[in-house]
């Protein structure tokens, strides 16, 4: 667990830890070629346009997804990232989003399966979307969208508590000790939760939010600027089963 105080001695996007019990490894250990170019090798093409030759090919996770973004960074250690978004049609895949610089965890990505509580680490691994949220109004989202009406919401991120990984009204219930304050602003003024670790297993993570940039790293979750994530929240339909696929190139793109 995080407390929020030492977040902000350290300049962190209040974002919870994180764990491992939902990545979307290859269950056969199968790898797959790699363009040379890599899985972002996109940026010379116009956003929109079909490609028969996509990124998205060499990605591990992304199943019967019709919607996938991409998180993916060089160096693991690294707390920046390159953000890119497709959506499946007639003709394969096409970019419509990035690619733009991403802020995720101090320490970069952690190792496939080896996200921890309190790391500073993003996950890496393939996850869908649970909802959106936001101090702010719902911007017009497809994602069910749950307002943040109070300091009283808070993410449990205690893995002790009964409620871990768990949005929660603490004038209801408790929410553990030293919950994550969901009245964050501008971090989240709007934002989505990743599904990572849905079991809520103690230990293994919490709270990694897809949220608004604060132009600094992150506790564990990714964060963009705050007018581009507007756009992918109402662009993002649980109808396609969308995927975040994030890690460093060899992790997500074997």
């Known amino acids: ?6 977040l902000a001695g350290l300049g962190l996007a ?5 764990g491992a019990a939902d990545q979307a490894r290859s269950t ?42 991409s998180v993916i960074a060089d160096d693991a250690d690294h707390p920046t990232a390159t953000f890119t978004a497709y959506e499946r049609g007639s003709t394969g895949w096409k970019q419509v989003f990035g690619p733009w610089p ?16 309190g790391d500073n680490r993003t996950p890496s691994g393939a996850y869908g979307f649970d ?9 017009g989202v497809k994602l069910r969208y749950r307002p943040v009406t109070s300091s009283a919401i808070v993410w449990d991120d205690d893995p002790t508590s009964a409620r871990y990984n768990q949005w929660v009204d603490s004038s209801q219930q408790s929410a553990g000790d030293d919950p994550e304050p969901m009245d ?36 564990g979750c990714v ?27 060899a992790a997500v793109a074997p």
Not at 1 to 6: G, Q
Not at 48 to 69: C, K, M, R
Not at 103 to 115: M, R, S, V
Not at 199 to 205: F, I
């Open 14 to 18: 209040a974002c919870g830890g994180g």
């Open 223 to 249: 964060a963009i600027a705050q007018d581009r994530l507007v756009e992918v929240l109402r662009w993002l339909d649980p109808a396609r089963k969308p995927r975040i696929v994030m890690g460093t190139r």
């Open 184 to 219: 964050n602003t501008p971090a989240y003024n709007y934002g989505a939760v990743i599904d990572y670790n849905p079991d809520h297993t103690p230990g293994l993570g919490s709270a990694i939010f897809l949220h608004v940039s604060k132009d600094g790293p992150t506790a």
């Open 131 to 139: 909802f959106a949220f936001g101090v702010l109004a719902d911007p």
């Open 28 to 69: 056969t250990g199968a790898t797959r070629a790699t363009d040379a170019a890599g899985p972002d090798a996109t940026v010379s093409r116009e956003p929109g346009a079909a490609s028969t030759a996509s990124p998205v090919d060499q990605l591990f996770g992304v199943g019967n997804a019709e919607q996938v973004i």
């Open 102 to 117: 991403a802020d995720i965890g101090a320490q970069g990505f952690a190792a496939p399966d080896q996200k921890r509580e």
């Open 1 to 6: 667990m995080i407390a929020v105080a030492v």
